[in-house]
């Protein structure tokens, strides 16, 4: 990947499910108006490691969505969404989790935002458009915190050129 790609994307998507029908739905239907790159994880496993190997820049919007339960080739269960999550947040708390819940999986709701997860959403019809909307939110949150940032950063930056002018033009008044 290209550095000036890597400066120029903002938003970042990891799909994290079991289902290849959920996870290439998610993959063609997300829509942004900014700049994105998706990778998709069959396994919790995948994405932390994943996750452990990669610097991951703050400056972009980072955004999980997964799934609830996974399952091996001999249908035993791995690592499910919550373990997922917590390990998640201990390993890169910056990163949006937004669960993905099958009909049975909906009792985990609460749970699972105590964890720190942004949303939790049912995988029905209207489960991209709000995919959709709560990236577009995040983006919008991160971006405005990041304007923030900037802006104290140029604040101190003009204040601190201020003293130092007024500190030589002090100095030059009084050598005179």
């Not at 079991?18 to 998610?26: A, G, H, K, V």
């Not at 997964?66 to 890169?92: A, H, R, V, W």
């Not at 749970?111 to 458009?129: C, F, H, Q, T």
Request: hydrophobic share 45%; net charge neutral; glycine share 6%.
């Amino acid at each position: 990947m290209d550095t000036l790609d890597k400066i120029r994307r903002k938003i970042a998507i990891y799909i994290v499910d079991y289902s290849i029908e959920w996870s290439d739905i998610l993959f063609n239907g997300i829509e942004c108006s900014e700049p994105f790159y998706i990778k998709k994880f069959a396994n919790g496993e995948e994405f932390i490691n994943y996750l452990k190997t990669e610097k991951l820049s703050k400056r972009i919007t980072h955004v999980a969505l997964i799934g609830y339960t996974f399952y091996d080739e001999k249908n035993q269960t791995l690592m499910n969404g919550i373990e997922i999550l917590e390990s998640l947040k201990k390993i890169k708390p910056f990163v949006n989790a937004i669960m993905l819940a099958n009909e049975d999986e909906q009792e985990y709701g609460g749970y699972v935002k105590k964890l720190g997860a942004v949303a939790v959403i049912n995988k029905d019809d209207s489960a991209l458009l709000r995919i959709n909307n709560h990236i577009a939110l995040l983006f919008s949150k991160q971006a405005l915190a990041q304007r923030k940032k900037d802006f104290e950063i140029a604040l101190y930056i003009w204040i601190g050129t201020i003293i130092i002018m007024a500190s030589y033009l002090l100095m030059g008044y009084y050598l005179i």
